[in-house]
């Protein structure tokens, strides 16, 4: 099983700066990366597909980089609807793809 | 546009089996060429992938749960479902049905449908 591990856990950011978020695989997953964001109360919300490719009506503040077992989400300016969960899957060894353990992005 | 609605019991006594249905409007299984699928979540904590099923009836499990998990696809009905035998306090969560890209990433969710195990 390909074991994925975000980092940090917790992530506190001001509004209006840049956030990075981590996502480590334990082997190569190609560029079959996704990204998730979760609101408390509410189903996950994919943001990023293929490692870097946007899915629709996701802003553009929003970008996603990396391959093989790196991989970045980086929020270029804050919004405060932007504080949530955010939680990376692999899907190269589809059906089974897994997700990480989540990021939670708060306010600093 | 695309909805995926979650139905079944919100409590199980442990030793039961779970049963959820997820019904779509907006897409039909019978002629889609996305999957389908359920994750769930435990209170707090983080998601896992149970299963996905391809309107053709092929099936796909989580290897840590498929002794006890059966996805199946009505197609008449545009639903889906799920159901998870020999239930215990540990799957207690919330049980997310998705549509699955072919590629394997959870392309749209539903609401979510909160499963407690207690007697």
């Known amino acids: 099983e390909i074991v994925m591990t975000q980092s940090p856990a917790t992530l506190s950011v001001s509004p209006g700066e840049r956030a990075t978020l981590s996502c480590r695989a334990s082997q190569s997953v190609s560029s079959n990366l996704a990204w998730y964001q979760q609101k408390p109360g509410q189903a996950p919300r994919l943001l990023i597909y293929g490692a870097s490719t946007r899915a629709t009506d996701i802003p553009a503040r929003f970008s996603g980089s990396g391959s093989g077992t790196e991989f970045t989400l980086t929020i270029s300016s804050l919004q405060s609807e932007d504080f949530a969960v955010y939680y990376c899957q692999q899907y190269n060894n589809w059906p089974l793809g897994t997700f990480g353990q989540g990021t939670k992005l708060e306010i600093k | 546009q695309l909805q995926l609605q979650e139905s079944g019991p919100g409590l199980v006594k442990p030793s039961e089996t779970l049963s959820l249905t997820c019904s779509v409007s907006?897409?039909?299984?019978?002629?889609?060429?996305?999957?389908w699928g359920w994750i769930r979540q435990p209170p707090g904590k983080g998601l896992e992938w149970i299963a996905t099923?391809?309107?053709?009836?092929?099936?796909y499990y989580n290897p840590s749960l498929k002794s006890r998990v059966t996805i199946s696809v009505d197609t008449s009905k545009n639903q889906f479902s799920l159901k998870l035998s020999s239930v215990t306090a540990a799957d207690t969560a919330i049980f997310y049905c998705?549509?699955?890209?072919?590629?394997?990433?959870?392309?749209?969710w539903g609401q979510g449908t909160l499963v407690t195990v207690s007697s």
């Open positions: 099923i391809y309107n053709s009836g092929s099936t």
């Open positions: 907006g897409d039909s299984i019978s002629r889609s060429s996305y999957y």
């Open positions: 998705a549509r699955l890209d072919s590629s394997g990433f959870f392309e749209s």
